[in-house]
């Protein structure tokens, strides 16, 4: 299994998906890969090709939300969903994975759950902010029971304003 956090640590909380592949690597987990996927955008294709699960941890806005809301989307959610991950890298995620399906075929992983925080600011500065920060101990909680194989929210119920599912 592979637990990849996207963003950029240079612009806020862009940020929180190499904040919590971070705190992930403090835990010393056995059997799971972290990496930071930072901004690659299409360059993502080569580390999905080939895995059987995946879980993607980026940044959203327009959830419907508050700032630090935490999302659980499948990769065929994502497809319907009516907010968009929040997109500083080369190509939007969602496109990404698009592509993915097409151009890796039988490649292309599984399962792929996106994990991703409602923003407050994207601006230029390093650091997350209050609210963001705050949910960042519950999203690690959260990965960890779906690596461990728990889906650990439900995803039909305590759905946002826009209908998109909660994990708190």
């Given at each position: 299994?592979?637990?990849?956090?996207?963003?950029?640590?240079?612009?806020?909380?862009?940020?929180?998906?190499?904040?919590?592949?971070?705190?992930?690597?403090?835990?010393?987990?056995?059997?799971?890969?972290?990496?930071?996927?930072?901004v690659?955008?299409?360059?993502?294709?080569?580390?999905?090709?080939?895995?059987?699960?995946?879980?993607?941890?980026?940044?959203?806005?327009g959830?419907?939300?508050?700032?630090?809301?935490?999302?659980?989307?499948?990769?065929?959610?994502?497809?319907?969903?009516?907010?968009?991950?929040?997109?500083?890298?080369?190509?939007?995620?969602?496109?990404?994975?698009?592509?993915?399906?097409?151009?890796?075929?039988?490649?292309?992983?599984?399962e792929?759950?996106?994990?991703?925080?409602?923003?407050?600011?994207?601006?230029?500065?390093?650091g997350?902010?209050?609210?963001?920060?705050?949910?960042?101990?519950?999203?690690?909680?959260?990965?960890?029971?779906?690596?461990?194989?728990?889906?650990?929210?439900?995803t039909?119920?305590?759905?946002?304003?826009?209908?998109?599912p909660?994990?708190?």
């Amino acid at each position: 299994m592979l637990v990849l956090g996207l963003g950029n640590t240079l612009m806020g909380d862009d940020g929180v998906g190499v904040a919590a592949v971070q705190e992930l690597k403090r835990l010393g987990l056995e059997g799971v890969e972290l990496k930071e996927g930072g901004v690659r955008g299409i360059g993502l294709l080569p580390v999905l090709r080939g895995r059987r699960r995946v879980v993607i941890i980026d940044a959203v806005r327009g959830g419907g939300g508050e700032p630090g809301t935490i999302y659980r989307i499948t990769g065929e959610e994502l497809a319907e969903a009516e907010f968009s991950l929040l997109s500083l890298h080369q190509l939007a995620l969602e496109h990404v994975l698009a592509l993915g399906r097409e151009l890796l075929g039988g490649e292309f992983p599984e399962e792929i759950v996106i994990y991703g925080v409602e923003v407050e600011k994207v601006r230029p500065g390093e650091g997350l902010s209050e609210p963001v920060e705050r949910a960042l101990p519950r999203l690690v909680k959260l990965v960890l029971k779906e690596v461990a194989g728990d889906v650990p929210c439900d995803t039909g119920s305590g759905q946002g304003d826009q209908g998109q599912p909660r994990c708190g």
